[in-house]
């Protein structure tokens, strides 16, 4: 079955703190990997990822895929407490098959 | 520019009420979703689709219902809303390179 699992689940920090956050997947025929971030509405794209070994910045945030070992991180450096947010990782099969992990929740403190 | 839209936004209704929440895309995309979130928690599957007349549960159990009868439009159909339903519902779709989010449906069932 196909999966994608995030961790941790929630995280609370102070502001400047550097946090990363893990997604692992088992799907069967990967083609991307997404990043989203999610205040109170839709969620935000971020990031798309589909080579290993290549970073993506934007701004504090970061991220980049092992496809070898099926994961990818999500940095952000100087946290702001405009980053408290839920932070999704999806990945996207051939076929447009879209599987969802269930996020962690980042709280940062002033 | 996403063009996938929900409607209501927001809804508060009476226990016992039918309600259909409507998802349209107009991308062509045949694979559509619908997810369950609580305020900053985790989004959780509950319906999807892969093209016209086809629909699957997803993981998180619900008593609700979808119906796929043209490519573009995805509704979800409550029969008798309970206070448990009182939640944001989210749509999304995906194409070649992300996924696409509606804005939400805020509904509460008083």
């Known amino acids: 079955e196909d999966k994608v699992v995030q961790s941790p689940l929630s995280l609370v920090v ?3 703190d550097t946090v990363t956050l893990n997604c692992s997947y088992e799907v069967t025929n990967f083609r991307s990997l997404l990043w989203y971030k999610q205040e109170k509405k839709a969620p935000t794209f971020l990031f798309m990822l589909t080579s290993s070994g290549i970073e993506k910045k ?5 991220s980049i895929l092992d496809k070898k070992e099926l994961f990818s991180i999500l ?3 100087a946290t702001q407490t405009g980053d408290s947010a839920v932070y999704l990782c999806a990945v996207v099969e051939y076929g447009n098959k879209l599987v969802f992990g269930a996020g962690t929740i980042l709280r940062v403190k002033s | 520019e996403a063009d996938i839209y929900q409607t209501p936004r927001y809804l508060v209704i009476g226990t016992g009420k039918k309600i259909t929440l409507e998802c349209s895309q107009t991308m062509g995309h045949d ?3 619908w997810y369950q979130q609580d305020p900053g928690m985790e989004l959780h599957l509950i319906h999807y689709s892969y093209g016209v007349n086809s629909t699957e549960k997803g993981d998180l159990s619900s008593e609700s219902t979808v119906s796929r009868i043209r ?6 159909t409550l029969e008798s809303a309970r206070p448990s339903h ?3 519902y989210l ?6 390179t992300e996924a696409f989010f509606g804005q939400g449906t805020r509904l509460t069932v008083v």
């Open chain 2, 71 to 76: 490519t573009e439009h995805f509704p979800l």
């Open chain 2, 91 to 96: 749509c999304a779709s995906t194409g070649n």
């Open chain 1, 58 to 62: 934007s701004g504090r945030l970061s």
């Open chain 2, 31 to 33: 694979k559509m979703y």
């Open chain 1, 75 to 77: 940095n952000i450096t």
């Open chain 2, 86 to 88: 009182t939640s944001q």
């Open chain 1, 14 to 16: 102070h502001e400047g």
